[in-house]
């Protein structure tokens, strides 16, 4: 099946760093991925919808500056987390879809836990 | 009102038992539905899809009203594997809105 690979598996970093997240489709050709941030005990919240070759769309609260988005190839996506503060400690996790049809499944790369001290 | 709703239990049951979970969903427009599984701190993994006329994996059964804007999916004979959050998702077009999950622990 398809395969979503997500680097790294964790990060713990200082205040004020920026942290960088891949997500890459090794067997497929993404035009689309999704990335999530979920809270312990909190379900996946969408932060943006990554379109290859085109700007992110960011989900209503999230801001751009913050968190940057690019998707130069249709199997990489990478989100930046600058100047990182505790609050931003969380769960990141990608997505992408074989297509974009409705009924197309999503595949998830394994996260991304994020520390921030 | 979040878009996607599921009672967040947790439910504890014991091995063998039969444990149903229910989620709406406010999007009329949305066009496809999921089952994903999600064990502690691990990416959610799909375990089925909903279909209007229902559907059954093995121990599984995925239900789907349209009309009420209703899923639902029933586990039965309960595994201790069986232990993880479920959570519901509805799709339009590239727009997948999770559910919070419902958390679900089997006991011996």
């Known amino acids: 099946g398809a395969v979503v690979s997500q680097h790294p598996s964790w990060v713990i970093c200082k205040s004020g760093t920026s942290v960088k997240i891949e997500c890459r489709s090794l067997?497929?050709?993404?035009?689309?991925m999704f990335w999530y941030r979920q809270f312990p005990k909190q379900s996946l919240m969408l932060m943006a919808t990554?379109?290859?070759?085109?700007?992110?769309?960011?989900e209503q609260g999230v801001e751009k500056d913050k968190f940057l988005i690019n998707h130069a190839s249709l199997t990489l996506s990478t989100l930046t987390v600058t100047s990182a503060h505790p609050e931003d400690s969380s769960f990141y996790i990608c997505?992408?879809?074989?297509?974009?049809?409705?009924?197309?499944?999503?595949?998830f790369g394994s996260g991304t836990q994020l520390s921030v001290l | 009102r979040k878009e996607v709703e599921q009672d967040p239990g947790p439910f504890n049951v014991p091995e063998g038992a039969t444990v149903a979970f229910n989620c709406t969903y406010s999007?009329?427009?949305?066009?496809?539905f999921f089952w994903y599984r999600q064990d502690c701190r691990k990416e959610p993994k799909l375990l089925m899809s909903?279909?209007?006329s229902g559907n059954e994996d093995g121990r599984f059964t995925a239900q789907l009203n349209r009309a009420s804007q209703y899923i639902s999916l029933l586990i039965r004979d309960s595994k201790l594997s069986d232990s993880a959050t479920y959570l519901c998702?509805?799709?339009?077009?590239?727009?997948?809105?999770f559910g919070a999950g419902t958390r679900l622990t089997v006991k011996p």
């Open positions: 997505s992408a879809s074989l297509g974009p049809r409705f009924n197309e499944k999503l595949f």
């Open positions: 067997d497929f050709q993404a035009t689309t």
């Open positions: 990554s379109n290859e070759g085109s700007k992110a769309t960011y």
């Open positions: 999007n009329s427009a949305s066009q496809s």
């Open positions: 909903v279909y209007s």
């Open positions: 998702v509805a799709r339009h077009n590239n727009d997948m809105r």
